[in-house]
């Protein structure tokens, strides 16, 4: 009978929750069609017009291509929760707000401090609530009910009636991996929900062990802050920056579903335009190039490009010339010469101006160019005026030979060509090290002219991006005309703002951009990703114990504001480079201006394979204290020796365990040890992609942030001799898994995993 009932019940609810659904459904198709319609009716206008028109007409049309993108973007899981008060109110949780023919609200923003309840209430501290419900959808369908009582006294007859579920976030977890992180919007905890909503200034820390959600927790708190500062970072954007370039893949869905799409996603190997490094150096390698004594190399290596020769300057010019068989031949030439103390004054003076090497080396010429025509109407018997002096010294800079002898001298460079040369020349290296670095550690850093840039190299090229300026001077001058235009434009778009009625999130720089007429609108996101000296209005920074002190440099130049959201664990640094603590990388910047947020509660792992875990974590980082895991139950986690298993056929095992093999449904990890990963993966050759699919091979780097129903650990004694850090990366490996691991072993088992079940198959 009570199951009779039950069933029912939750029938009843479905049939209520489905009907409320698709009338949103149906609101936001009205949405967008309005906004289709907006953006066509604009385009059927034409561009002629008055340039206030003009204005105004590119001010509606990018609201309503924001909109629109916002709008298509939450299609999947418009609506996933309710909660209901003791005064008999209730209101739909979703990812975007939406509003009926009356201006009603009819869904609140999941960011909307009218929505905070559905995250922060707990048995103990419900607030007002007496119900909270989560809607699980598939496309359009409301397919499940969980409902969480506070007070049952308080909810009227037809409500207690209609009561169904279990709670939302372990019934998330049980679900299969995918390729790509869930929208777990509808299962932010409270203390998650703590770093969501802190504030904007400042830096925040938010610490916290495997399947904590910090991930999570910052992505969400990127869209909440676009929600509430969109005055502020609108303009500016938000830039997150992961470990690495799949695990940006691996949450690029995640924003958009929240409905922003306003956000760089990158690595630090991404962090330089024209540059998209992935290799990795080895430890000790990194350990050098991550230190911050590199910045002084890196400045001397500029330095050394700012010469005076031994001597007096030197340079043949042509006077005379024929043409003999079509070909113009030197007849007669003329030497000029500048003493070396005119020389080094030209270059105390080029220096002693404090700009970038390519802006000051124009002082350095000039005046070269000036010494140099002086001698040449000295050897000519011919006075100079002021006027001619600088004519004279322009015509000898069409002379090959003037160009090259002070190309030599104060060349103009860029970051690449300047790191290339010196990571491969033995003199340069040895001469820009200097004191900084001893005779072994410029050994490591030696390598071949044609190397592939490594993600190390990234902050050196943006070292020397700082300390050369711009290079191509034509764009020098035309990005001055711009700036002087632009803040015209400004100034235009600033007073049509006033006096049109226009939606207030916009911005005279936006106005102004989309007037100017320079090829297809781009956001703010394209616009950033593409400018290197972009200064960001938020940073967030995942797994940020890997970034070592000269990443950090790279990651701070495009923060001045230092509003900054720093996401970690430092018992899982695997970077020799990395974090020891998080006061030492962030205190040279932000010293007693940042806090931090502990996150303790491990919703991922389950407790079985977190007692693993904590073994290794004992061992290698005693001092830090594992997340205590909320889930219990599956399979023990187990060994198997190498011998006489075959590892293809083992996964294909665990494939079928999870019930995965079929798209988007349950997937393996094999987390191999960096020397092992290419022999590894080549007995999965249809794992072509990590994300995708239903097997991925990858090192423990590679696996930094992601996870997988099933993972199986190859070589653990590899893992751990393969770095200083080798018992965190262990540590890292393990914790991937959501329901089992199996760890393959050759000789024999690390003491550290001395909990683990045998197993022959």
């Not at 400004?490 to 999130?505: F, G, K, M, N, S």
């Not at 993966?681 to 990858?698: I, K, N, T, Y």
């Amino acid at each position: 009978m009570g199951d009779r009932q039950s069933d029912s019940a939750r029938a009843e609810a479905l049939r209520s929750e489905q009907s409320y659904v698709s009338m949103l459904y149906g609101r936001l198709d009205i949405a967008r069609e309005r906004a289709e319609r907006g953006i066509r009716e604009i385009l059927a206008r034409g561009g002629t017009g008055t340039r206030q028109a003009v204005v105004e007409r590119e001010v509606a049309a990018a609201e309503h291509a924001r909109r629109l993108a916002q709008l298509s973007a939450v299609e999947h899981g418009l609506c996933f929760g309710r909660i209901d008060d003791a005064e008999g109110e209730t209101l739909y949780i979703g990812r975007v707000g939406l509003r009926d023919d009356d201006h009603t609200s009819v869904l609140v923003d999941w960011r909307a401090p009218a929505a905070r309840p559905f995250y922060v209430a707990t048995p103990s501290d419900p607030g007002s609530l007496v119900r909270r419900r989560h809607l699980h959808t598939r496309h359009r369908d409301v397919v499940g009910i969980d409902d969480e009582v506070f007070d049952l006294d308080r909810m009227a007859d037809g409500d207690r009636r209609t009561l169904v579920g279990e709670a939302a976030l372990l019934a998330t977890l049980r679900r299969g991996r995918t390729g790509r992180m869930g929208e777990v919007v509808a299962t932010i905890q409270r203390e998650q929900d703590r770093v969501i909503r802190s504030g904007l200034a400042g830096a925040l820390v938010v610490q916290g062990g495997p399947g904590t959600g910090k991930t999570v927790a910052a992505l969400h708190r990127a869209a909440y802050l676009l929600y509430t500062h969109r005055d502020t970072l609108e303009r500016r954007g938000v830039l997150v920056v992961g470990p690495n370039a799949t695990f940006s893949r691996y949450i690029s869905q995640v924003l958009p579903a929240l409905g922003e799409t306003q956000v760089v996603l990158t690595s630090i190997g991404g962090l330089h335009p024209g540059v998209r490094a992935t290799a990795e150096d080895e430890p000790a390698v990194a350990v050098v190039k991550g230190d911050p004594r590199m910045a002084a190399v890196v400045e001397a290596a500029v330095r050394d490009r700012e010469r005076v020769p031994e001597g007096d300057l030197e340079v043949k010019i042509p006077v005379r010339t024929s043409v003999r068989g079509g070909v113009e031949v030197v007849v007669e030439e003329m030497a000029l010469r500048v003493d070396h103390a005119t020389c080094l004054r030209a270059r105390d003076r080029a220096r002693g101006l404090r700009r970038q090497h390519n802006i000051a080396r124009w002082t350095f010429v000039d005046q070269v160019l000036r010494a140099l025509a002086r001698d040449e109407a000295a050897k000519l018997d011919r006075p100079l005026e002021d006027g001619d002096l600088r004519y004279a010294a322009t015509a000898l800079w069409e002379h090959r030979s003037v160009r090259d002898a002070l190309d030599a001298l104060w060349p103009e460079i860029t970051p690449e060509r300047l790191v290339r040369e010196l990571l491969s020349d033995e003199e340069r290296l040895r001469t820009a090290a200097g004191p900084h670095l001893t005779e072994e550690e410029r050994a490591l850093l030696l390598r071949p002219r044609e190397a592939p840039w490594t993600v190390g190299d990234v902050p050196l090229l943006d070292e020397a991006a700082e300390l050369l300026g711009e290079y191509d001077y034509g764009a020098g001058a035309r990005r001055r005309r711009a700036e002087e235009e632009r803040r015209e434009e400004e100034l235009y778009a600033r007073e049509v703002l006033t006096i049109t009625d226009v939606d207030p999130v916009l911005d005279a720089a936006l106005l102004a951009g989309r007037n100017r007429d320079d090829g297809p609108y781009t956001t703010t996101a394209d616009r950033a990703a593409r400018d290197r000296t972009w200064a960001y209005g938020h940073v967030i920074v995942d797994e940020a114990q890997e970034l070592s002190a000269m990443a950090w440099r790279t990651v701070m130049r495009r923060v001045p504001a230092r509003s900054l959201t720093v996401v970690g664990d430092i018992a899982q640094t695997g970077s020799a480079a990395g974090a020891r603590s998080w006061g030492e990388m962030l205190d040279p910047y932000v010293k007693g201006r940042w806090r931090e947020e502990r996150l303790l509660v491990n919703y991922r792992t389950p407790a079985e394979i977190m007692e693993v875990a904590a073994d290794v974590l004992r061992a290698v980082a005693p001092g830090e204290k594992p997340p205590e895991s909320v889930r219990f139950g599956g399979a023990r986690p187990r060994a198997v020796p190498a011998g006489g298993t075959d590892l293809r056929l083992l996964v294909e095992s665990e494939l079928r365990e999870i019930g995965g093999g079929e798209i988007g449904e349950g997937r393996v990890g094999v987390v191999t040890p960096d020397a092992r990963h290419l022999e590894v993966a080549a007995l999965f050759p249809e794992a072509v992609d990590p994300l995708d699919s239903p097997v991925a091979v990858l090192t423990v780097r590679g696996s930094k942030g992601l996870e997988f129903d099933a993972v199986v650990v190859v070589d653990p004694e590899g893992i751990l001799r393969q770095s200083p850090k080798g018992g965190q990366d262990l540590y890292v490996a393990i914790t991937r898994a959501t329901r089992r691991l199996t760890v393959v072993y050759e000789d024999r088992l690390p003491a550290v995993l001395h909990r683990l079940e045998p197993s022959m198959t």
